[in-house]
């Protein structure tokens, strides 16, 4: 029997994050950290007044059970689910340096998820998206939440793919974008190289990215000699900042569309500035835009392997995270195609 060599859980977890990096893309390894922090912050007693777990040659299937009824409290099944199957894993790298015994992992109780349960369904209704690009087209055009929000709509792109691009991936003659992962060059895609495609572009959309090449975007390279496609005058906009523009111009009061609260804007705490409209209660994250921007295609009767190729994303993936439509829209949707 191999005898265990003491450590704690912040010492075990450092050396897990070190032996990650490089395999998992650094936002999986900070969300790895971020959802194992929860576990070293309850095995360190941060919300108790003693440490509970100190050397995890010491923890037991009962020490899982109180995390587990600990962690519960404020999340929902699914983020629970998230949470226990990244211990589980954490716990067989820990197997793998002698910090637990071999049987450990497995006494980590992972909850299964009912039909249905692992679903979002918060997507961007069409006519709102609309009403967005209404707005920005007559009093923002061409500007760089113009471009953004234009994008993200027709393309579906994820931010990290939006993030990537450059004034060169663009080619305005055939309307298209190259998509790329270049991880040295400081941007990656979440699929990596297989993430990698040629996105087209309807002729409008075309000539908006056109414009605001030719007269909105501020021109600067970034810290690699890349000229970003969306840009600041410190060079390439981060992914953060990309993602606070989607928050305030889908804020309803922003584009003009009224306040579901009745609030005037001058008055509300969640106007103003960027930060600001991030805790807009009204907002629509990002990936919302995605998901709405999906369902929108496929209720157009657009092949659904085409519309996984364009947002390089697999079919089963499309069914369960992004397919809004009932089993009477899929049903009249195939009546018609074959009555065609």
């Given at each position: 029997m191999t005898e265990l060599e003491p450590i704690t859980p912040n010492e075990a977890l450092e050396l897990y994050c070190e032996d990650i990096d490089g395999e998992l893309s650094p936002n999986s390894v900070r969300a790895k950290r971020y959802q194992l922090g929860k576990f070293v912050d309850w095995c360190e007693g941060a919300d108790a007044d003693e440490q509970r777990v100190g050397n995890l040659n010491e923890i037991t299937g009962r020490d899982f059970t109180r995390f587990k009824n600990w962690r519960s409290e404020g999340i929902n099944k699914v983020t629970l689910r998230?949470?226990?199957?990244?211990?589980?894993?954490?716990?067989?790298?820990?197997?793998?340096?002698?910090?637990?015994?071999?049987?450990?992992?497995?006494?980590?109780?992972?909850?299964?998820?009912?039909?249905?349960?692992?679903?979002?369904?918060?997507?961007i209704d069409e006519s709102e998206a609309r009403a967005i690009l209404d707005y920005l087209s007559q009093f923002e055009y061409a500007s760089m939440d113009h471009v953004l929000f234009k994008l993200q709509w027709t393309t579906a792109m994820r931010m990290s793919g939006l993030h990537s691009l450059d004034v060169g991936d663009f080619d305005a003659k055939n309307g298209t974008l190259s998509v790329s992962h270049r991880p040295d060059q400081g941007t990656r895609l979440k699929n990596c190289e297989d993430g990698e495609r040629v996105v087209t572009l309807d002729a409008e959309t075309a000539g908006v990215v056109s414009d605001y090449i030719e007269y909105q975007r501020v021109g600067v390279k970034d810290d690699y000699g890349r000229r970003p496609l969306f840009s600041s005058e410190y060079g390439r906009m981060s992914k953060q900042n990309l993602n606070k523009r989607i928050y305030r111009v889908t804020a309803p009061c922003y584009t003009s569309r009224g306040c579901p609260a009745d609030r005037e804007p001058l008055e509300c705490e969640h106007t103003g500035s960027y930060d600001n409209y991030v805790t807009c209660p009204y907002n629509t994250r990002p990936h919302a835009i995605r998901g709405g921007s999906i369902t929108y295609w496929l209720r157009n009767d657009v092949p659904k392997k085409a519309v996984g190729d364009r947002v390089n994303a697999s079919m089963k993936t499309l069914d369960r995270h992004y397919d809004e439509r009932s089993k009477e829209e899929k049903a009249e949707q195939r009546r018609d195609f074959f009555d065609k």
């Open positions: 998230t949470n226990l199957s990244a211990l589980r894993s954490f716990m067989r790298f820990c197997v793998s340096i002698d910090a637990v015994g071999h049987a450990i992992p497995e006494k980590i109780n992972v909850p299964n998820l009912d039909s249905g349960e692992n679903h979002n369904d918060e997507h």
